[in-house]
């Protein structure tokens, strides 16, 4: 009569080991959900004007201190758009983009340090396991930068996400931040360049000076300028992510 061997322990550590995963991944999904919650319920309005009167107070500094703001909004997910917009009319076209280039890259390193430190690990070892989710894997680290730059400047995935979700790619830190950098320069000048114009047109209409003609002319072919070759980008990028999705 045969008898069935006794089950086999796990080996020393295994138990520590998943036990960490598992603290890993609530501690994980528990950021992600105050993050998100945070995101959506922080009264945007309210705080922007308090900015606005910090900026003001603050002189100089005012450009640095919106920065932080910049980049502890991008963590918090909150749409960058207004924010971008809301630089260009406090800061004017130069400094408004200096200013939301250097806050939206420090936001997106950050999120992309939560997710690299937190679960690229751990999703290294599931893709031992799952050759297809492995393959995707390699693609997009052979792609390195080229990859991340048509992503960035593709609307396909949000801005906010995508800066988490690089973290779990095996796409290299400085590779990701310089080229997100760069693909996301034509978004930001656009919205600055938005915002720049419509203070020009408020601070017009508050003094009951209407702009000049000419000046009119010069601000909407620049904005129709940016804006078309912004679409033009953007679908460009579009069509290299269909070509490479096609290899």
């Known amino acids: 009569m045969k008898t069935d061997p006794p089950p086999s322990e796990p080996p020393p550590g295994q138990g520590l080991e998943r036990l960490g995963t598992v603290v890993r ?71 408004g983009t200096i200013t939301v280039s250097i806050g939206s890259t420090a936001g997106a390193a950050l999120a992309f340090l939560i997710t690299r430190l937190l679960a690229r690990r751990r999703i290294s070892k599931m893709l031992e396991h799952r050759p297809w989710l492995g393959a995707i894997d390699k693609a997009l680290d052979e792609g390195g930068w080229k990859t991340v730059a048509l992503m960035r400047l593709s609307p396909a995935i949000p801005f906010n996400l995508q800066n988490y979700l690089w973290g779990l790619t095996p796409v290299r830190f400085w590779t990701c931040i310089l080229s997100s950098w760069l693909a996301m320069l ?38 129709l300028a940016t804006l078309a070759v912004t679409i033009y980008i953007t679908r460009l990028a579009r069509r290299q992510l269909d070509e490479l999705g096609d290899i």
């Open 25 to 95: 991944w609530s501690f994980g999904l528990l950021l992600a959900g105050g993050l998100l919650l945070a995101g959506s319920v922080l009264p945007l309005e309210s705080t922007l004007e308090r900015l606005a009167a910090s900026i003001e107070e603050a002189g100089a500094w005012g450009p640095i201190l919106y920065a932080l703001f910049y980049a502890i909004a991008t963590v918090l997910m909150i749409p960058g758009s207004v924010l971008t917009i809301f630089a260009g009319a406090s800061f004017g076209l130069l400094w």
């Open 186 to 223: 034509p978004g930001t000048f656009l919205y600055v360049y938005l915002g720049d114009t419509s203070r020009e047109a408020v601070g017009a209409a508050v003094a009951d000076e209407p702009l000049e003609t000419t000046r009119w002319i010069v601000r909407a072919v620049g904005l």
